[in-house]
């Protein structure tokens, strides 16, 4: 139902996160989608009377690039309104990528938080495609073109490169966190390289700021909103 009176818009991320649209995962469940979340964030944005934002996460991470999409679509909104984060199950790796976006972060008492990491590599499947008497044909143009083919293992370069990428992605999601936390998480080392949490730990260690549900997190959105003249704390 529209209305024309001020009020706390909710986003949900539930799933995977991917590159593009979301929707149903292949072998069943939910994934969040970048270009949802983007889409939704600028709809808030550009409606007047949404005065104030709450994220609901229960994601356990996915594509690195989709995070950091989602990740700047919501500083850009946090910069007119306030955006709180509230965790339910978990939010772990490109879910706390996502979190970290917030202005505010709550979370579930049992809720799972953290894998501040990157994990790459593939699958060879050339070895048990042979047992089950199956062939492949590659057909290759470049040095790299069987990068990430499932029929060789990385060459000593092609795994140079993807351990670069690791470490460049690594060091962005890091930048990312302390960019909103800075002033909360102590030793960013102390809190990332993969390790998860759960929701008392991570308030004790600055990764987010109050446990509680949905409930106290729209409560609190809306509590930093001057319904009348659209003014919000910082």
């Given at each position: 139902?529209?209305?024309?009176?001020?009020?706390?818009?909710?986003i949900?991320?539930?799933?995977?996160?991917?590159?593009?649209?979301?929707?149903?995962?292949?072998?069943?469940?939910?994934?969040?989608?970048s270009?949802?979340?983007?889409?939704a964030?600028?709809e808030?944005?550009?409606?007047?009377n949404?005065?104030?934002v709450?994220?609901?996460?229960n994601?356990?991470?996915?594509?690195?690039?989709?995070?950091?999409?989602?990740?700047?679509?919501?500083?850009?909104?946090?910069?007119?309104?306030?955006?709180?984060?509230?965790?339910?199950?978990?939010?772990?790796s490109?879910?706390?990528?996502?979190?970290?976006?917030?202005?505010?972060?709550f979370?579930d008492?049992?809720a799972?938080?953290?894998?501040?990491?990157?994990?790459?590599?593939?699958?060879?499947?050339?070895?048990?495609?042979?047992?089950?008497g199956?062939?492949?044909?590659?057909?290759?143009?470049?040095?790299?073109?069987?990068?990430f083919?499932?029929?060789?293992?990385?060459?000593?370069?092609?795994?140079?490169?993807?351990?670069?990428?690791m470490r460049?992605t690594y060091?962005?999601?890091?930048?990312r966190v302390?960019?909103t936390?800075?002033?909360?998480?102590?030793d960013?080392?102390?809190?990332?390289?993969?390790?998860?949490?759960?929701?008392?730990?991570?308030?004790?260690?600055?990764?987010v700021?109050?446990?509680g549900g949905?409930e106290?997190?729209?409560?609190?959105?809306?509590?930093?909103?001057?319904?009348?003249?659209?003014?919000?704390?910082?």
């Amino acid at each position: 139902v529209e209305s024309d009176k001020p009020a706390v818009a909710m986003i949900c991320a539930d799933g995977v996160i991917v590159d593009g649209e979301g929707g149903g995962g292949l072998f069943g469940g939910s994934t969040v989608g970048s270009d949802n979340i983007r889409r939704a964030m600028r709809e808030a944005d550009r409606d007047e009377n949404i005065k104030a934002v709450v994220i609901r996460i229960n994601s356990p991470g996915g594509s690195a690039l989709a995070s950091e999409a989602m990740w700047q679509a919501v500083r850009r909104v946090a910069k007119d309104k306030p955006v709180v984060i509230s965790v339910g199950d978990m939010a772990a790796s490109g879910g706390y990528y996502l979190a970290c976006s917030g202005d505010y972060i709550f979370a579930d008492s049992s809720a799972i938080v953290g894998s501040i990491g990157v994990v790459g590599g593939k699958f060879v499947t050339r070895d048990l495609y042979d047992k089950l008497g199956l062939t492949t044909e590659s057909f290759l143009r470049g040095r790299n073109a069987d990068l990430f083919s499932s029929d060789t293992p990385f060459s000593d370069r092609q795994r140079r490169m993807v351990t670069n990428w690791m470490r460049q992605t690594y060091d962005q999601f890091t930048e990312r966190v302390m960019t909103t936390r800075g002033g909360k998480i102590k030793d960013i080392d102390k809190v990332a390289r993969g390790r998860v949490f759960v929701a008392n730990q991570a308030l004790d260690l600055g990764m987010v700021d109050a446990i509680g549900g949905v409930e106290r997190a729209i409560t609190y959105a809306a509590g930093r909103v001057d319904l009348k003249s659209g003014q919000y704390e910082v």
